[in-house]
């Protein structure tokens, strides 16, 4: 007796082992690559348990199920595989994993995550080498010339390279930024603590010249060039810090916007300055952002900067120039329309100096620096933030100082942001009379400066956009005799204060902010 329902089951086939990993179809056994498997996984065939969904390759009756969420799902006609950029595949820990999907991973990693993934392997390598070659922006901490001779040429569409230096920047790294990176648009490199800087002016002049596409050039420790000579047509932001003794300065760019040039306090610094201003309106004529440091400034550099005539100019900053006067002033605003940020710290002028500022640019000043200002009182601090109205940051420094017997020959140079670094040398200071009061009221006033006004010792701030207050070493500052009316105050900097005076100011700024939460409910805001 034969019947169908009499015989055995024939048990499936075993599934055809896989060959070179995951680079075959695990079904057929035929390669992956540009193949679609029209048998069913061994999974369905064992009759798994998902949502019903029709097999590609199903006919008539056929109801097979296959598992809903599939890693290697078969496509269908309806919806295409999204292909590679180029198709290939890499082994990765016995899987078949696309190289874009590689690349991608590699380029959230930084350098050094990049030059150790591509010693790997061959294929890692060509990974890395894809990563280099799209890579826009590079940020690099070079031990040796060496790195950056090997690792640039690679970089074809690098646009944007910041360089640390923990080595001597010397005529063989110049070389490799001269002949790699053509696109190559801003340059950074600034130095750590140890390391120096020979670029020679020379051949910064030779690197601006074949760098026809560099727009931002910012380079540190630039204290053995010489001389400065730059002549470029795209160069719109150059920044050049702890220079010289510059025995020739010509800056010839015409489309430049902004400069900045520091100079080292030594006592051997002796750039003419005079010359250097005399040029800028010729060969800069653009300019929008001037800032010079250096303590060789004086009546007669400001004067010829007059002669420039960079009536464009929006923000102008000469600091450390002890030797400027209110006559500088007076060249400042004859030559500048509509300044919006002024800085003259570290110079000597006075409260007549102060006016004329307030008079000149009453509708455009936001910005007024006067720190390390001895010749300015209390009087022009107030004049100044009353007939400013546009005014939203003002930092006076120790202009407000008395002078101690027992205070250093060193100076601190505070910041806005209530950050405090040394400052080796000053201007010779006025002694301030003691017990100074100090009122300030302003409705626009976002960032107030006064560290290190010992002088001081009553204090009267009403300013309801005010969010940033530095205090540091106001050390004669009465506690009963501060009064702070600012409800939006955030950052109070009292580094150096009595403990009186700080316990005070918490105080005050939850006076103020309980105050402002009962307005807030007034208004129903």
Not at 152 to 175: F, G, I, Q
Not at 274 to 294: A, K
Request: charged share 20%; with cysteine.
């Amino acid at each position: 007796m034969s019947s169908s329902s009499s015989l055995p089951a024939k048990p499936p086939p075993p599934p055809r082992p896989k060959t070179r990993g995951s680079y075959n179809c695990g079904r057929c056994g035929q390669p992956k690559k540009g193949h679609v498997c029209n048998l069913p996984s061994p999974a369905a065939a064992d009759g798994g348990a998902a949502p019903p969904s029709p097999s590609p390759s199903s006919s008539g009756g056929d109801t097979r199920l296959r598992r809903a969420l599939s890693f290697d799902e078969p496509s269908s006609p309806e919806k295409k595989p999204r292909p590679d950029h180029d198709g290939r595949t890499m082994e990765l820990g016995g899987r078949a994993v696309p190289v874009d999907l590689v690349v991608e991973v590699l380029r959230r990693l930084g350098p050094r995550g990049v030059l150790d993934a591509a010693a790997v392997s061959r294929a890692w390598r060509d990974c890395a080498d894809r990563v280099w070659r799209v890579a826009e922006e590079l940020r690099l901490r070079p031990a040796a010339a060496g790195l950056l001779g090997a690792l640039l040429p690679r970089c074809a569409a690098l646009s944007r390279l910041v360089l640390h230096m923990e080595s001597a920047v010397d005529a063989t790294m110049l070389s490799c930024l001269a002949f790699s990176c053509s696109s190559l648009e801003t340059l950074e490199i600034t130095m750590a603590d140890k390391a120096i800087n020979n670029m020679t002016g020379e051949e910064l002049s030779r690197l601006v010249s074949e760098k026809h596409s560099l727009s931002i050039l910012k380079i540190g420790g630039c204290s053995n060039l010489g001389f400065l000579n730059l002549s470029s047509s795209s160069l719109n932001v150059l920044w050049l810090s702890d220079l010289c003794s510059l025995s020739e300065s010509v800056i010839s760019c015409p489309n430049m916007s902004e400069l900045s040039l520091c100079f080292t306090q030594q006592s051997s610094e002796c750039t003419d300055l005079v010359s250097l201003m005399d040029g800028l309106g010729r060969s800069c004529p653009n300019l929008r952002n001037l800032h010079i440091s250096s303590i060789q400034l004086s009546n007669e550099a400001v004067s010829a900067l007059e002669a420039a005539n960079l009536r464009g100019l929006c923000m102008l900053s000469l600091i450390l120039g002890s030797k400027m006067t209110d006559a500088a002033v007076a060249s400042i605003v004859r030559s500048c329309a509509s300044l919006e940020l002024l800085d003259l710290s570290g110079s000597s002028i006075s409260d007549s100096g102060v006016g004329m500022i307030c008079k000149a640019f009453p509708h455009t000043l936001s910005r007024l620096l006067l720190a390390l200002c001895p010749n300015i009182t209390t009087c022009g601090i107030q004049a100044a933030t009353a007939q400013l109205p546009l005014l939203q940051l003002m930092d006076c420094g120790m202009s407000l100082r008395s002078n101690l017997q027992n205070e250093k020959q060193g100076a601190y140079f505070g910041e806005i942001n209530g950050r405090i670094r040394l400052c080796p040398k000053l201007p010779t200071l006025k002694k301030q009379p003691m017990r100074q009061k100090l009122i300030i009221k302003h409705d626009n006033l976002k960032k107030l400066s006064l560290w290190g006004c010992s002088a001081i010792d009553a204090l009267y701030v009403k300013c309801p956009e005010l969010i940033d207050l530095n205090l540091n070493t106001c050390t004669n500052l009465h506690p009963e005799r501060l009064l702070l009316q600012c409800p939006n105050l955030k950052n109070v900097h009292a580094f150096g204060c009595q403990d009186m005076l700080i316990g005070a100011i918490k105080n005050q700024k939850l006076i103020n902010r309980k105050n402002l939460m009962k307005q807030c409910v007034s208004t129903g805001v």
